[in-house]
């Protein structure tokens, strides 16, 4: 029998790196896992966490406007980007503690370095040092994709955007997916012109036509700029500091802040895949199969770096069925079917299941069920804005396959009404529901 230092060496301590790598300890195995910046990877250090909290930061600037509507003498407000972004990183500095001793609690090795496989079973560390392992998990995450356009080194990308100076009075956001839509309405609530620019006249691609068609209305009405069929040229740095950016289709734009938010990379440059025969797809991302298994049978990969769901709770899920799975005795695959979503826009999109043209393209009959409404608190505040809720259901059974929405706390309500679509429930189960009344959620209960 081969000896190894480790039974399990795993490199990159975001999400589905930590859960498993604490797992598979608790299983007993011996586990070592690597990280080179900090534990708790994009979601926890420069993603979903940080950016949610600039999320809840830049409502207060319509809760404070709708706020005079309820009877509150709210004087005029001023708002402080560094006590914002300084909190954020304190409570981010909080969660890194937390799972770096969750990790220490389980018996894992943190090692604070960069690890590159030389081989099936070894791999070497930012100091030198040769170490090797029965088993290697890769779960190094993703990283945002930057345009090679003359210039690209002025703008900058979500993992920059939580560190600037202020808030930009202008940025150009580049892209249409959740990353730039988020941002744009953070952005624009601090106070900042935001320019959206695309490709395709096509925002969120993926999400339900109707929900995604209302959130463009709703943030053009806000003032967001939107410019499609719009490619990057160059950018260039003016005298004053500004940036001039030249785009095809459209008139040149002036900015203090350009931001790519144009899709994210797997993390696999550099870390020396080829000196054990991992194969990797077109877009750079390991290749593995039902148990996260790459092509070399003794190494695996979870999360973003697979680019099967680029989700969170996704690469926890895998970590958790890897570690089950080879070290606990307890085989488990995770199921990619119905996975809800959110886009912390401003108003919130969420959903989960298929949309109304993917349910026709599989199924062919469908009943689509729609409320079309306006929010209790967006009346008494004189907000024009309105939320749209959207249940898909099969023709023949009205086995709902589909829930879209957008408005107010939209994704707080779809997390409870997702285990209906994953339970395969039918239209008449939530028409047995009693409402409850006054609420938005009760809307999902009185669908026609």
């Known amino acids: ?8 060496f795993v490199i ?4 589905g790196g930590t859960r498993a790598s604490r797992v598979a300890a608790a299983h007993g195995a011996k586990v070592a896992v690597a990280e080179e910046y900090r534990v708790g990877g994009t979601c926890v250090i420069r993603g979903c966490v940080p950016k949610k909290l600039l999320v809840y930061g830049a409502h207060f600037a319509e809760d ?3 706020a005079r509507r309820f009877g509150w003498k709210v004087p005029e407000c001023e708002f402080d980007w560094k006590v914002l972004t300084g909190n954020v990183f304190e409570e981010v500095d909080r969660i890194n503690v937390s799972y770096t001793q969750t990790l220490e609690n389980n018996g894992v090795e943190i090692i604070n370095q960069r690890a590159e496989i030389t081989g099936p079973h070894e791999l070497k560390l930012g100091d030198g040092r040769k170490v090797t392992a029965k088993t290697i998990l890769v779960a190094t995450g993703a990283t945002p994709s930057v345009p090679s356009c003359p210039g690209h080194e002025h703008g900058i990308t979500s993992n920059e955007a939580f560190h600037l100076d202020a808030v930009p009075k202008r940025i150009l956001i580049a892209g249409a997916g959740y990353i730039a839509n988020e941002f744009a309405g953070i952005f ?7 320019i959206l620019i695309n490709r395709t006249d096509v925002i ?3 999400y339900d036509e109707q929900i995604r068609d ?7 009405m806000k003032g967001i700029e939107f410019r499609f069929h719009a490619g990057f040229e160059a950018i260039k740095k003016e005298e004053n500091g500004c940036l001039t950016v030249s785009m095809s289709g459209h008139e040149p734009a002036t900015v203090d802040c ?3 938010a144009t899709g994210r990379d797997p993390n696999t440059k550099g870390l ?3 000196s054990a025969g991992v194969e990797l797809d077109d877009k750079g991302a390991i290749k593995v199969d039902a148990d996260n298994r790459s092509t070399c049978d003794s190494i695996f990969a979870i999360g973003d770096v697979t680019n099967r769901i680029q989700l969170t709770p996704i690469a926890i899920r895998e970590g958790q069925a890897f570690a089950d799975t080879f070290f606990g005795n307890k085989p488990s695959r995770v199921d990619y079917e119905n996975v809800p979503s959110a886009v912390f826009s401003h108003p919130p999109i969420a959903g989960v299941g298929m949309t109304e043209s993917q349910a026709k393209l599989k199924l062919g009959s469908v009943k689509v069920y729609t409320s079309d409404f306006r929010p209790m608190k967006n009346v008494l505040a004189g907000r024009n804005e309105r939320a749209l809720y959207k249940m898909v259901c099969e023709g023949e059974t009205d086995r709902v396959v589909g829930l879209h929405m957008i408005g107010p706390d939209a994704p707080e309500i779809l997390q409870a009404a997702a285990i209906a679509v994953k339970a395969g429930l039918t239209k008449q189960a939530f028409d047995d529901t009693v409402a409850l009344h006054p609420s938005m959620a009760e809307e999902l209960v009185l669908l026609r």
């Open 204 to 206: 969120l691609r993926g």
């Open 1 to 8: 029998m081969a000896s190894y230092d480790y039974d399990l």
């Open 214 to 220: 209302r959130l463009l209305q709703i943030s053009m």
């Open 258 to 260: 350009v931001m790519f």
């Open 188 to 194: 624009h609530q601090l106070g900042a012109h935001v």
């Open 12 to 15: 990159g301590a975001g999400s």
């Open 64 to 66: 404070l406007a709708d």
């Open 272 to 274: 020396g895949l080829e």
